[in-house]
């Protein structure tokens, strides 16, 4: 178990690294809303020009730090699985459903596939090649119904464990600071889902809150620094 919660920490400090990461480049001139694309021919030209952003912005950083955060929870389990059975085998399935929904719906490789075949491709093949990446873009994109649902199940499941992880004595901070930064992003996804609506003033605070809790946990797990 002590090997479990040294890999969790590790895998926390992956997250705050990529989420931090991501939020610098969201605050770079050039890198913000402006530049999410809606057809094939303008995510293709945007690989060209900047293959970073447009990768971004088909939300790979996302499920990137969706995919390292899975460790966290085997070593959450060492605190919580004699008390939270139940919350903690329902909070799981929703996390790894999620993750696994982000990564078979992500769009990046199939639009980098199509991408590879326009050099060669005839007039008729472009044709083709274009209309197929739209319809990638329209599934697997920034956005789309499949990846906002994909999100709030990982973040349901985050919270599933942090209402456990709040019980336990020495881990209440923790607990506490997860549970209302995952409450707001869930709240603000399932409002999108919803309504189609982006509010800001719930994202941003419980992106922040939950970028906090990240380096927080790495730092106990790897330390062995209990967050009373």
Excluded at 53 to 74: E, F
Excluded at 135 to 141: F, I, K, Y
Excluded at 158 to 171: A, E, H, M, S, Y
């Amino acid at each position: 178990m002590q090997n479990f919660r040294k890999l969790a920490g590790a895998s926390a400090l992956g997250v705050f690294a990529i989420t931090l990461f991501d939020i610098l480049l969201a605050m770079m001139p050039g890198w913000g809303a402006e530049t999410l694309v809606h057809t094939s021919e303008e995510w293709f030209l945007q690989a060209d020009n900047s293959p970073l952003l447009a990768l971004r912005n088909l939300d790979v950083l996302n499920a990137l730090a969706a995919l390292v955060a899975l460790p966290i929870y085997l070593g959450l389990m060492e605190v919580l699985l004699p008390r939270q059975k139940t919350v903690l085998t329902l909070s799981l399935l929703a996390l790894v459903s999620g993750t696994l929904l982000m990564l078979v719906n992500n769009g990046a490789l199939p639009l980098w596939q199509l991408k590879t075949q326009l050099a060669s491709a005839t007039p008729q093949e472009l044709e083709r090649i274009y209309a197929a990446g739209t319809l990638v873009l329209a599934q697997g994109g920034h956005g789309t119904v499949a990846s906002t649902f994909a999100f709030l199940l990982a973040t349901l499941g985050t919270l599933g464990f942090n209402i456990g992880l709040v019980k336990v004595p020495g881990f209440r901070k923790l607990g506490l600071l997860a549970l209302v930064g995952s409450s707001l992003l869930a709240l603000y996804l399932v409002t999108t889902l919803a309504t189609g609506m982006v509010i800001v003033s719930l994202a941003m605070p419980g992106g922040i809150l939950m970028l906090i809790w990240y380096g927080w946990l790495g730092k106990v797990c790897l330390l062995h620094k209990v967050a009373r």
